[in-house]
């Protein structure tokens, strides 16, 4: 399998040049355990930390962190890509871009100034940078208790069933947004415990998002009713870490859905959960190796886990019993400039 590669700059203190290519195996392979072999640069970029594909034109855009632009880049073969018009200006630090299933707009999360912001998609994939919109920030609401208010910081955004859902680490809230005719109008915001931290989702077949927490190490459970409502309904911590000396990272589903995993720098462990209860419960089940530095994401595919470390400048494969959910030991290995994710090909 292929994968494109988010990677730092020297612009973020990073060792790569721009997008990265890995092929896990063949890249024709339907399966990703085969030998590692990083493939060098497919485009030049500024910290491209994150990628995601338009739905269905060739073209992948790029989250260029420290330049506080998005860019989309249109493939010219098997490994390359190419710039497909200017980069737009979006925000601080911009950290997270997604792609609309319609095709029509790129939503971009930005970690600096906490804005999530809307640009539209012309038919061929170009960012229509006139267009863009931009939410309300996100508003502290322990601030309204007393507390010190603190500045928003936007992570991610995730596109579900009916509606658009953020992270906001700094307010510690996850909003849903209703993103309809270019514009964005946050519908809810479900507050989470203060100083919790909520980073990166993941959308379970059962109707729950699971939310994964820089801070505190746990994963909170959302659903959304059917009037549209979202509610908090169950939260775990992640057992085995350390608040303060661990910080998650990415969470992603198994292949079938009954076990989630968690990515966590400090201890560079990855960690088990396993699913039940009708994805409303969580409990974890293992806290395994990941062989990497700062685990900073990690996909799976099928029966193999793939790690980006972002420190130790290295990818590593290990192979996940799919009974239990568990990885095994690192199986391979290959060097990758200050990896920040992998995208695979389609």
């Known amino acids: 399998m292929r994968f494109f590669l988010g990677a730092y700059t020297s612009d973020r203190e990073g060792a790569a040049d721009g997008i990265g290519v890995l092929c896990a ?10 030998e590692l072999a990083f493939g060098g640069t497919a485009a030049r ?25 998005v860019r989309a880049f249109a493939r010219t073969g098997e490994e390359s890509v190419a710039p497909l018009g200017a980069a737009v200006p979006v925000g601080s630090t911009v950290c997270h871009v997604a792609t609309s299933p319609s095709g029509r707009s790129l939503v971009a999360s930005c970690y600096g100034d906490g804005r999530v912001v809307a640009v539209p998609l012309a038919a061929d994939g170009a960012l229509i ?17 007393g507390m010190s208010a603190r500045a928003p910081h936007a992570h991610q955004a995730r596109f579900v069933p009916g509606a658009l859902v953020s992270t906001d680490l700094g307010a510690d809230s996850v909003r849903v947004w209703a993103a309809t005719g270019g514009a964005l109008n946050q519908r809810q915001a479900v507050v989470l415990p203060r100083g919790s931290g909520p980073r990166h989702t993941v959308w379970h077949p059962s109707g729950h998002l699971y939310v994964v927490t820089e801070y505190s190490n746990e994963v909170f459970v959302l659903r959304p009713a059917a009037s549209g409502a979202w509610s908090l309904v169950a939260g775990t911590q992640i057992i085995g870490t350390q608040e303060g000396v661990d910080f998650p990272a990415e969470i992603a589903l198994s292949r079938d859905a009954a076990f989630v995993s968690v990515s966590i720098r400090g201890s560079n ?9 009708v994805g409303s419960a969580l409990t974890t089940v293992a806290l395994v190796e990941s062989g990497v ?23 590593t494969s290990l192979t996940i019993d799919e009974r239990t959910g568990v990885p095994g030991r690192v199986r391979r290995r290959v060097e990758a400039p200050s990896p920040a994710m992998l995208l695979a090909d389609r």
């Open 293 to 315: 530095d700062w685990p900073r994401h990690h996909v799976i595919e099928r029966d193999t886990l793939l790690v980006a470390g972002q420190r130790s400048n290295d990818i």
């Open 129 to 145: 940078g006139s267009e863009v919109a931009v939410g309300d920030v996100a508003d502290d609401a322990y601030a309204d208790l």
């Open 45 to 69: 970029a500024a910290s491209p930390s994150w990628l995601a594909w338009h739905p269905t034109q060739d073209v992948v855009y790029a989250a260029q962190e420290a330049a506080g632009t």
């Open 25 to 34: 195996g063949s890249a024709d392979d339907a399966l990703a355990g085969g």
């Open 269 to 277: 462990t990855i960690a088990v959960l396993r699913v039940g209860s």
